[in-house]
């Protein structure tokens, strides 16, 4: 059946689903993730993603996804939706000279176990685009089943899309980031939403509740524009976005913890508020007491003149947004008292800091990233090095991971071999490898991982956790 054959059965089926609608932000209304799918509907949400509880199979969950636009010839939806079986691969893990290829399984051949990837096994978002089908009160729509989880979705109008492009993507205006209020933009604009789907206990998948709607007090996200001198792109200014926990008091008398925050290549300081679903994970840390209430800063990497091993970002995240964010947030000046970690480039940007700029935190979490292919590491480098945590994580199919060279160049060494390297030099790494690719999906895991395994803990008490 092709993929416009399949919409139209799929919207055959819309008339008699009892639905509801669910939406990601910093505070939003969104599913609660009861069995029967109940959830507040968003404020003019009229046209947003809607999550029905159907307790068939294969998940349990199915969502509908709709588009209003009367006028249109074609409306195509990209979701974060293909998937990969693990333990049907041929060769599970990746090595230094292979990749294993995932099956790229649609939805309705989900299985427990299964987890998303994007396929082929890419560093872009290779995810199916599909054509939606219109109705006649010119709302476009698609349903598809769903296992738990956070899924990133975008929409192409009379656009020729594919798997290999997000140019033109348009994000859901019933589902809009969460610095978009009663139609008003502050700052930056993001092209694509996100929406979470509840876990059927009936249909075992792995618990990710943490990524949902937080269990209590919630957190705030801010979007920020400090001034930097030579930026270039905006012009000596720049962004971040600040995220503070449940019940934040500026008066307290400790000082918070600070969690420098990066995002990947081709994102900015919208990525992780976004995408990673970081507000809910925080929250949801935090009230249930696994991680300390922490101030959490996503700083926008890019726009600045080039520069080796990325010395301009790290030149204005010291000397200018460290001073800015501890004038404005009642935040610890102490090294021991910050952590730094990002995904892919930003794992990159973790690694030139762990290597040049060693005392300005306490903890580095390098994911899907490793080392610079030059790195020596000097007496001086060691010494430093030996006064921090180190984390390294990615996924087991990601073809980053033992160090692809990408481009006709190689980036990095890869995870494995930064695990190698840095052990062989007598250092205590954390490792934290799951199963998927180049994606949010990992990313999101590991991020939890890192705060609750090694970031703000004494070395001693990292490594107790993590088994060691």
């Known amino acids: 059946m092709t993929r416009r054959e399949v919409a139209r059965a799929v919207a055959a089926t819309l008339g008699t689903a009892s639905l509801t609608a669910t939406a990601l932000g910093a505070t939003p209304a969104s599913a609660t993730g009861n069995r029967d799918g109940s959830a507040d509907r968003k404020p003019g949400a009229k046209y947003g993603p809607q999550v029905r509880h159907t307790g068939e199979g294969p998940t349990g969950y199915e969502v509908t996804f709709r588009y209003h636009a009367p006028t249109a010839r074609r409306v195509q939806l990209k979701g974060e939706w293909y998937f990969e079986r693990p333990s049907a691969l041929a060769e599970r893990l990746t090595g230094p000279d292979h990749l294993a290829e995932t ?6 051949q989900w299985q427990a176990g299964d987890v998303p990837a994007s396929h082929p096994n890419s560093t872009s978002p290779l995810w199916p685009v599909v054509d939606m089908a219109k109705g006649r009160d010119g709302v476009w729509t698609y349903t598809t089943p769903l296992p738990g989880g956070v899924y990133t979705y975008g929409f192409f109008v009379d656009a020729q899309a594919d798997d290999t492009t997000t140019s033109g993507q348009l994000p859901d205006p019933g589902n809009p980031a969460w610095n978009v209020t009663d139609g008003v933009l502050r700052g930056r604009a993001v092209d694509r939403s996100q929406i979470y789907v509840p876990a059927d206990p009936d249909f075992p998948a792995a618990d990710l509740s943490w990524q949902g709607p937080a269990k209590g007090a919630r957190g705030k996200l801010t979007y920020a524009t400090y001034n930097s001198p030579g930026h270039v792109t905006p012009v000596d200014e720049n962004h971040l976005v600040v995220y503070t926990p449940p019940g ?17 290549g081709g994102e900015n300081e919208m990525g992780w508020s976004t995408q990673g679903d970081l507000a809910r994970i925080m929250d949801n840390l935090i009230n249930q007491g ?21 010395q301009e970002h790290r030149t204005d995240l010291v000397e200018r947004v460290f001073p800015w964010v501890e004038e404005h947030y009642h935040v610890s000046t102490s090294a021991s008292d910050r952590a730094y970690t990002g995904l892919s480039a930003g794992g990159m940007r973790t690694a030139y800091l762990l290597l040049d700029n060693t005392e300005q935190f306490g903890y ?83 991020l939890k991982d890192f705060l609750t395994r090694v970031a703000f803990l004494p070395p001693t008490t990292a490594s107790a956790a993590w088994g060691a």
């Open 103 to 108: 099956q790229g399984l649609l939805p309705r």
């Open 248 to 264: 934040y008091d500026p008066k307290r008398v400790k000082p918070y913890p600070t969690l420098y925050l990066s995002h990947g």
């Open 290 to 310: 696994e991680i300390q209430p922490t101030v959490v800063v996503m700083p926008n990497a890019t726009g600045y003149a080039s520069s080796a091993r990325d």
């Open 364 to 446: 580095y979490g390098i994911m899907s990233a490793g080392l610079p292919p030059d790195t020596v590491l000097t007496d001086a480098r060691t010494a430093a090095m030996r006064k921090v945590s180190v984390f390294v994580g990615c996924g087991w199919q990601d073809p980053i991971n033992p160090g692809f060279a990408l481009n006709g160049s190689s980036l990095h060494r890869g995870p494995f071999r930064a695990v190698r390297d840095l052990t062989a030099a007598g250092f205590h790494v954390q490792s934290d490898f799951v199963d998927g690719g180049h994606n949010w999906h990992v990313w999101r895991i590991l």
